[in-house]
């Protein structure tokens, strides 16, 4: 399942990097998020609870932040499971600012399986897509 997005930000490159690197502000923005906690640079253990449709389940997540070119450019993996399935997914994430103001572009795949793949198969493009433009409205609003 490819994922797209892309954001305006009214803020230079520097600080809206300086805010998706933080983790507590990760923690607070990304969607369904119980816990998150620094495992690595750069790297940390989250759980998270997810639904699709009547389908809601909890999962740990692993969430890696590679590839960093400050304030331009990073990879985003995820990885997680739990009882009702996984979630795989890798995001590029680009940052590019005029005059102050910065245009964020994600392209990602996610791949999901198991309980919540089978029955919301259908709704499972749109709830991606609502969670990323949801966390960038929270990301948003925290510069």
């Given at each position: 399942m490819e994922v797209t997005g892309s954001y305006t930000f009214n803020a230079p490159a520097a600080r809206v990097w300086e805010v998706f690197m933080d983790p507590e502000t990760l923690g607070r923005c990304l969607p369904g998020v119980n816990s998150i906690q620094a495992v690595?640079?750069?790297v940390y253990q989250a759980t998270v609870t997810i639904g699709v449709g009547p389908v809601r389940g909890s999962?740990?997540?692993?969430?890696?932040?590679?590839d960093q070119d400050p304030p331009r450019s990073y990879r985003m993996r995820l990885e997680g499971n739990g009882p009702l399935g996984f979630v795989n997914g890798d995001a590029l994430v680009n940052?590019?600012?005029?005059?102050?103001?910065?245009?964020?572009?994600?392209?990602?795949?996610?791949?999901?399986?198991?309980?919540?793949?089978?029955?919301?198969?259908?709704m499972m493009g749109s709830v991606a897509q609502t969670t990323m433009d949801r966390m960038m409205s929270c990301l948003r609003e925290s510069l």
């Open positions: 690595d640079d750069n999962y740990n997540a692993r969430v890696s932040l590679l940052l590019e600012e005029t005059d102050g103001v910065t245009v964020v572009t994600v392209r990602g795949d996610a791949q999901v399986g198991g309980a919540v793949a089978r029955v919301g198969q259908r």
